[in-house]
């Protein structure tokens, strides 16, 4: 039997450090190497992203492919337009493939994809290979040790960690790589479904991603925003490995920021630079190893006085990236939604995904689709989507996270708790929706499992704990940087009032050139800044009502009446928040509510649930 002829298929892992997928790929001395990537459809039309994100990914592909080429001028990351599904069955005979090595992902889509793929290995004897690599530990491993359960606190993720033994140490990346083989795509692309292309509103010119197999030039090249039909990014963050390296080096050469990192003791106002290590993206496309990650910190915390240890050291950081890694892993598909998932507390939110209402059952809950069943409350989502809700604090971190595609924990924090229990009691599936599209780190598993957290629906339960959106910024930001920096509206105005505009005397208003006006959505007349949606305090007391009747109820995503409507009966009688009646099986109007906010009153009133009534109250706003 000749030599191997191996097709290494970079995925979570662009990088040639710590790459233990890559090692097995090399182990048995290839005859050939072909390092490709497949532009898979289902990333590129079915997964919400930003053209930020987009971008960070080309530079790490631009990166990855510049350092194999370092290693061996014929070779770089050849790039293939096509869906794995349909295109490994061509490639392993036109190439004459005997081995196909990736790394491991947990993903649920992933999952479901590698076993379709290993399914054709299998049919064209072709042998696979997989490694895992993108966690400390290998999350099914994880979720075995765990008695087959999802990790659902740090402890459990460290007591199964412990069963598992130390975290490998990371290994090297290597030195050379064999060339690779002649490339023939002598057959045809088989085109991709682009729609529904959830990623439509971004393009704002035609989109080419698929108009050969090989790229415009037919080199394999990279592809780039303008093939994808995007219009530029705006974050001012770059990815790649080479950079990615150098950062982590100017981290842990701070020996005493990186051994006595306290989580909660850093800022979620500061800016240029920030209090965190802003090493997520990397980690999300595999840029960075978190195993080098992990021990690079650890061996510096091992020989330093007075370290901080987990969960609150940057090692606790890389644990609950874990935690939820497993979770996700054992619960699959249901994880990132409520409707099937055992773990997840049933609260009555308003704008509920289609799904949850039972009509349509399926595994994609979070598809975008939701039911409007309260106007207010659309309303309301609507403002704190594009960081318009007239309070400061969350219009600057809406705006940073816009713009930029990464905001400090904390600031996650602030604006999922105000857009859940502690605000508007919106689904926290609208959230991670947004926080999908928006945040360059996205990961399936750590953005809904941290959404599920700070709505107290699954984690984390101590739903009376609110960060105020006045209060929590100023304890971080007496003098208002951060939204002087991304509200610039404001950037004037007094300190007393930067974070409540609403409460300054006219006088002090002109002074600093703004008026309170409007509700920020549409077009804004230069010089004003919103009126505070709605009395925080007396929204914070409805919301903490709500959520004790729900806890009292007590019904999990996967009970019946959940999945039937019958959970309204549970909550009749109750003068606290709680979902529009307006949807469920029978209600094809439920989505009407949409427009009739701009119609005011009418007969989407006489559907309003009780939490409507508390919504007509007056606010408490002084001028
Ligand atoms: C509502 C919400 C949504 C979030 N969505 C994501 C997401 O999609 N992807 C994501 O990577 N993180 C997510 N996080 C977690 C966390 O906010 C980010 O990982 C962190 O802010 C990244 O910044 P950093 O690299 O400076 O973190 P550092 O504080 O420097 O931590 C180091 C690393 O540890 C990991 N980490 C830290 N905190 C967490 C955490 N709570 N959960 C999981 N991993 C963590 C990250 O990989 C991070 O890079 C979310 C948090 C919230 C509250």
New binding site residues.
Partial sequence: MGKPRVIYWFRTDLRLHDSPALKAALEPDPAVLWPIFTWDPHYVYRTKGGVNRWQYLLDCQNDLSKSINKLNPKSKLFVLREAPQTLFPKLFKAWNVTHLVFEKDTDSYARERDQAIADIAQKAGVEIVTRYGRTLWDSDEVVAKNGGKPTMSITQLQTAGHKIGEIPRPIAAPEHLPDPGEMPVNFDQEPPNAQPDLNAAHRGKDDKTYNSIAGPKGDFAIETLEELGFVAATTPHRGGETLAQKKLDCIIADEKYAATFQ?PK?SPAAFEP?S?????PF??FGALS?RLFYWRVQDLVSRYKGASSPPES?TG??L??DM?FAAAAAIGPAFTQTLNNPYIRFIPWNLPSKDESGTEVGINAISGEYHVDSAQAEHWFQRWKVGVTGFPWIDALMRQLREEG?I??LG??S??CFLTRGGCYVHWER?ADV?EEL?L???PA??A???Q??SCTAFFSQYYRCYSPVVFGQKWDKSGALIRRWVPELKDLDEKFVYEPWKASKGALGKAGVKIEGDGLGERKKGTYPEPMFDFGERREICIAAMKKAYQVGLHGDDERVKNGTWRELFEDDDSEVQGVGVGHDDEHADDAEHETHKGKGKREAKQGPMDRHLVKKQKTES
Avoid: V
């Avoid at 965190?276 to 997520?280: E, K, P, V």
């Fill in positions: 989580k850093t920030q965190t290590t802003l090493l997520s980690l999300h978190p940057l950081q890389l609950f990236r939820y990464w400090h924990h996650r924090h604006l999922a959230g926080f945040l780190d996205h990961e750590c953005n499992g941290n959404w957290w700070l």
